[in-house]
């Protein structure tokens, strides 16, 4: 069974930095898209970073520049590193996985897993 377990939301100013995880269990796709999706209240949940099995990336505009993805094959953990927030950054933000391929789809649908989410609040 695949769990993913999100960890490191936390409240901070804007111009802050933060580093969210998502911890992987059985999950053995040898090929593979993960990601950071997030949704703000009212809005649709959007992608802001995916890498795949590859060590491709792919960043939404928003972010670019700000954040960065990377992943610990040995600890079967994705980070994702969050700098210079800004208020429009605040949403709840879910690590997700396909379920296996190494496509990268951007519609939240093509992502098989999801983990719980993690509170990101970033205030002015």
């Known amino acids: 069974q695949v769990q993913l377990l999100e960890s490191g939301g936390d409240s901070v100013q804007a111009g802050g930095s933060l580093k969210l995880s998502c911890a992987a269990s059985?999950?053995?796709?040898?090929?593979?898209?993960m990601g950071w999706f997030r949704q703000a209240p009212g809005k649709v949940r959007e992608r802001v970073a995916v890498?795949?099995?590859?060590?491709?990336?792919y960043y939404a505009d928003s972010v670019k520049g700000r954040f960065t993805i990377s992943k610990d094959n040995a600890k079967n953990t994705l980070y994702l590193q969050m700098n210079s927030l800004k208020p429009e950054d605040t949403a709840m933000y879910y690590c997700?996985?396909?379920?296996?391929?190494?496509?990268?789809?951007?519609?939240?649908?093509?992502?098989?897993?999801w983990g719980q989410g993690t509170q990101v609040t970033v205030s002015s």
């Open positions: 997700a996985a396909t379920g296996g391929g190494s496509w990268c789809a951007q519609s939240r649908n093509a992502y098989a897993y």
């Open positions: 890498i795949n099995s590859n060590g491709t990336t």
């Open positions: 059985g999950y053995t796709y040898s090929s593979y898209c």
